[in-house]
Nanobody
Framework: QVQLVESGGGLVQPGGSLRLSCAGS????????VGWFRQVPGKGREGVGC?????????YIGDPVKGRFTVSRDSAKNTVYLQMNHLKPEDTAAYYCATTGTCWTWYEPEEYEHWGRGTQVTVSS
């Protein structure tokens, strides 16, 4: 059974950092592009970033978080990470990871097949 599980969310002060994890089971995340999305109540899912499969290079980061967030993977742990630095209150959202074939249209939620259940990030003083 394919499963993605996000973890690492929580409450953090503005300017702080968090690292979210997306652990895969029942599939090898190395063979997928993995995207991160976030969602606040009443709005659609916003693409945050994407890391292509292991045989491709580069990552894709959305403009609102560029320079602050990075995406990486640990093949040995079958896990993809979202490192979030210099957090702002507007980064408050539920964060989700998901798999797709490539990052070409990484910002489109409809392109993704498997989704985790999300982890909440709250940035507040």
């Amino acid at each position: 059974q394919v499963q993605l599980v996000e973890s690492g969310g929580g409450l953090v002060q503005p300017g702080g950092s968090l690292r979210l994890s997306c652990a895969g089971s029942g599939l090898s995340l190395d063979t997928y592009a993995v995207g991160w999305f976030r969602q606040v109540p009443g709005k659609g899912r916003e693409g945050v970033g994407c890391i292509p499969s292991i045989n491709m290079r580069g990552t894709y980061i959305g403009d609102p978080v560029k320079g602050r967030f990075t995406v990486s993977r640990d093949s040995a742990k079958n896990t993809v990470y979202l490192q979030m630095n210099h957090l702002k209150p507007e980064d408050t959202a539920a964060y989700y990871c998901a798999t797709t074939g490539t990052c070409w249209t990484w910002y489109e939620p409809e392109e993704y097949e498997h989704w985790g259940r999300g982890t909440q990030v709250t940035v507040s003083s």
